[in-house]
């Protein structure tokens, strides 16, 4: 009688813990939300929940459609920044306080060639190059995004101090839009863009 008390109450514990573990069901870390569907290739109440969840965590993506809309602006580009003077130096109200703008350095007038390598994942474009300056050339780095046939392109000169941000539309082969620049002392200009692809 003893040795069946012995045996009975490790099987009754066992019994116990396995009733235990049964009742709470614990999510599978490795899904997505919490859907217990055995086959998810027919299942349309998995596929409609799997758009929404990624329609909801990937809301800057963009859809398939608008990226055949979209324009590709991959590959090797020559730009030409011409700098407009006429919208130089003068006075600019910030808040109540009226601030000078500081004359555009002689050197940020002059006509700048750039030689760019762009990159483009989706609407995100990115790439390097190099830019003429009075004594040779500097290099750049870009980032910026498309949308549609926009492009909105950061030219940073980080030897010059000096970020250019490029408002663009894509026609065919050639860019054309405008710029604003902005230096490291305060300066602003502005000016006008064209770009053809280099061969």
């Keep these: 009688m003893a040795k069946s008390k012995i045996v009975l109450l490790p099987l009754a514990l066992l019994f116990c813990f396995a009733l235990l573990g049964g009742a709470s069901e614990k999510e599978d870390p490795l899904s997505a939300f919490p859907l217990q ?3 998810t290739e027919h299942t349309s109440l998995w596929h409609q929940k799997a758009s929404d969840l990624n329609v909801a965590e990937n809301a800057d993506v963009p859809k398939l459609e608008q990226i055949a809309t979209m324009a590709d602006v991959s590959g090797l ?3 030409e920044l011409g700098a407009d003077t006429s ?3 003068g006075t600019v109200v910030i808040g109540k306080v009226a601030e000078r703008i500081p004359a555009v350095p002689e050197a940020d007038s002059m006509t700048r060639f750039v030689n760019l390598g762009l990159y483009q994942v989706g609407d995100l474009t990115f790439g390097w190059g190099s830019m003429n300056v009075a004594d040779g050339s500097v ?3 870009a980032s910026g995004s498309v949308d549609g046939n926009r492009l909105n392109l950061d030219l940073l000169s980080p030897e010059e101090g000096v ?3 490029l408002v663009l539309n894509v026609v ?15 300066a602003t200009w502005f000016g006008s863009v064209k770009g053809m692809p280099l061969e």
């Design 37 to 39: 569907i055995v086959d």
């Design 163 to 165: 970020l250019y941000r």
């Design 87 to 89: 919208k130089q130096d």
């Design 172 to 186: 065919d082969a050639s860019l054309s839009g405008s710029y604003q620049a902005y230096n490291n002392e305060g």
């Design 139 to 141: 290099a750049v780095t």
């Design 77 to 79: 580009w020559s730009l």
